[in-house]
Each structure stands twice: as C-alpha cells, then as structure tokens.
C-alpha cells in the first residue's frame, strides 16, 4: 500500500528541547512538504523539497529545520529556537509534473510540557 | 496579504439539505483547484478538483464549481450526511507550479445536524 507515514502520532517537548518529527513516503514523490495547522487558522507551509539534497524555506520557517538526505525521507526538526511549537504538523509529497494531488500523511501533534 | 479566503468559517447544515463551501481568490494564474476534507487529528483528504478550462467537475454528492471571472471556487454537497462534519480546505495550485508555495484557505468547519 502506498502512502505517507508520519510518526509518531503525539509527541511532547520539553523547553530548550529540539524534537524531530519522521515523515517517509513510497509514492516515489519528487517533492516534499510540511505544514503546520493552529486552531482556526489554514496550513501553512514550513519547509519544501522538490528533490533530494534541495529544499526551501516556506512561509514560516524560522526555528526549524530539515533534511532530504532520501527521496523517500523529509524530517522536520523542531528547535528550541521555535518560541511557539504547539501545532499540528503535516507532511504532504506530491508529483506535479503529472499534476497530481497533494497526498498527505496523518499528522503529528506537538505539545510543549 | 491572503490570497485565498474562505469567509465563512463554520457552517452548520440540517442532514438532508445543501452544504455550500465557498472560496474566493485573488491571484488569476491558479491553474487547478482541489478540495480536501480534514477530521480532527488526521491529515486530510483529497475530495474533488477542478481545472481551470471547465466550470463544474462532479463525483457523486460532491459537486465543485468555478467562475474565474469572479474568481470565487464553491463545493456543493447534496444530501449532505453526519459523516461530511469536517474542516474543508480548497487547495489552489499556480499555473507556474514550479513555484511550490501551494495557497491554502483557511478552512470552514462543516457541522451536519441529524
């Protein structure tokens, strides 16, 4: 079955902590996204990759960080740079060229203790 | 500066009747819209899209409508049904998508009344 896994599903940060949330897909996606959801408000878009070792800035960016070492891989790092982390974050990949929807994984809700 | 808006942000809708969503946009080069369905705690859902070249695209109880002259994107669910209470997200995609800063709406929180 082909589809997005993000884990884990609840995860809780400590202050000055930095947190890593997994998001792997074997849709053989070129790109890759994360977004972040508060209450109320749309998606806003983190970070994206739209090939291995490249990725951009998104809309809110600042005290986070990613990689994609894999096509398969995108994690998103939560650092204690980030003053408000309480969300939940989305990872999203998709493949444009044949104009595909985005597929998204189920989500990660973080919490600060 | 909010290029997609989706003004209402809860709806609430007797079982049996009509759900309209609606979306208004400002950026005219959205090339493909698509509407995703989001429960609570769990990533969303595709639902229906349409291209820019046609004004309605239908699947089922889902009907999706566009005027680009008035750039507003509507989905229509008929009958709508307990199981529809979700957020709703339209999704518009650039015709330089390229460029992938995807624009998402706010969202509008559905309530179906039994």
């Known amino acids: 079955d082909g589809g997005i896994t993000q884990s884990p599903k609840y995860l809780f940060r400590k202050e000055g902590q930095n947190v890593t949330l997994s998001c792997e897909q074997n849709?053989?996606?070129?790109?890759m996204y994360w977004y972040r959801q508060d209450p109320g408000q749309g998606l806003r878009l983190i970070y994206y990759?739209?090939?291995?070792?490249?990725?951009q800035k998104g809309d809110i960016a600042e005290g986070y960080s990613v990689s994609r070492e894999k096509k398969e891989s995108f994690p998103l790092t939560v650092t204690s740079a980030q003053k408000n982390p309480t969300a939940f974050y989305l990872c999203a990949s998709s493949d444009w060229t044949a104009n595909e929807k985005l597929f998204f994984g189920s989500g990660t809700q973080l919490s600060v203790l | 500066d909010q290029q997609v808006k989706q003004n209402s942000p809860s709806l609430s809708v007797q079982e049996g009747r009509i759900s309209i969503l609606n979306c208004d946009y400002t950026n005219s080069m959205f090339d493909y819209f698509l509407w995703y369905k989001k429960y609570p705690a769990e990533g969303p859902t595709f639902l229906i899209s349409?291209?820019?070249?046609?004004d309605k695209n239908e699947d089922g109880r889902f009907t999706v409508f566009l005027n680009k002259s008035a750039k507003h994107l509507s989905l229509h669910i008929v009958p709508s049904q307990p199981g529809d209470s979700a957020v709703y997200f339209c999704?518009?995609?650039?015709?330089?998508?390229?460029?992938?800063?995807?624009?998402f709406g706010t969202g509008t929180r559905l309530t179906i009344i039994p």
């Open positions: 349409i291209s820019s070249i046609k």
């Open positions: 849709l053989n996606h070129d790109a």
């Open positions: 990759s739209q090939i291995v070792n490249d990725f």
């Open positions: 999704l518009m995609i650039p015709t330089n998508f390229g460029n992938e800063k995807l624009t």
